[in-house]
């Protein structure tokens, strides 16, 4: 497991180069997509809206 991301910027930073990877998968992928690709996309769009909503919880925590 990585290290805990602290501070705001480090955690948005996070967050932009997970979608940037995500747009790259996505920008990759050719006609037709065949449901496995589907399935490898939505799982990355699943584990980014995680991390979304850990980095929302501990900012609560921390006021």
């Known amino acids: 497991m990585g290290k805990a991301l602290q501070g ?3 955690q948005f930073s996070y967050i932009k180069n997970r ?3 995500l747009n790259d998968v996505v920008q990759s992928v050719e006609s037709p997509v065949d449901d496995e690709e589907l399935k490898r ?8 809206n ?3 909503e850990r980095f929302r919880q501990d900012r ?3 006021e």
Do not use: A, H, R, T
């Open 50 to 52: 995680q991390k979304v």
């Open 41 to 48: 996309v939505e799982d990355m769009i699943q584990s980014l």
């Open 8 to 10: 705001k910027e480090d």
């Open 19 to 21: 979608v940037s990877m």
């Open 60 to 62: 609560k925590e921390g």
